[in-house]
């Protein structure tokens, strides 16, 4: 079993993993959202963004040879964006359980208009999910609470492979 774990942390391979996870969960996404029309409100699409941010981070640690400092710094950069997602998600988590209020983004937004028109157009252009609504559950768990566990565990995963490089 170690002998797995240090092959896995490993350059080139860690790196890949990262990349491959990084890209699956936003894959994901894209399929809740393409796929089973689940619109992702404003917290959502921020998770998104540190995802997207590790996608280049692992493929720059992947293609900078010799692997050293620089692998290393890219993998600590990503371990902090997927903290940074964990952050986002604990928030939207949050959000989800009334425990505070969301963004003013994550407000539905008052409609407008002075007739009757106006404000049947209003709310043709009104398609934003609310924060604080979860769309999805598995187990129980929201796709926030699910981001929680899958971002602490790439973290870790980041974190150890930057540190073994350093070695």
Known sequence: MTSFIEKTLTMPLAAKILLLASLSSLLFALTMQL???????VLCLWQRVPYGIAVILSLLSWILKPYGRKTAFCLALCAICYIAGMGLAVFHTGVELHWWAGTSGCAVQPLSGSSAND??????????????????????????????????MLAFFAAATAAKNLR
């Open 35 to 41: 796929g089973f029309g689940l619109q992702p409100c």
């Open 119 to 152: 404000l049947r157009e209003s709310l043709l252009r009104t398609v934003t999910p609310r924060c604080d609504q979860i769309a999805w559950t598995v187990f129980g768990l929201s796709m926030a609470d699910l981001n929680i566990c899958w971002s602490l």
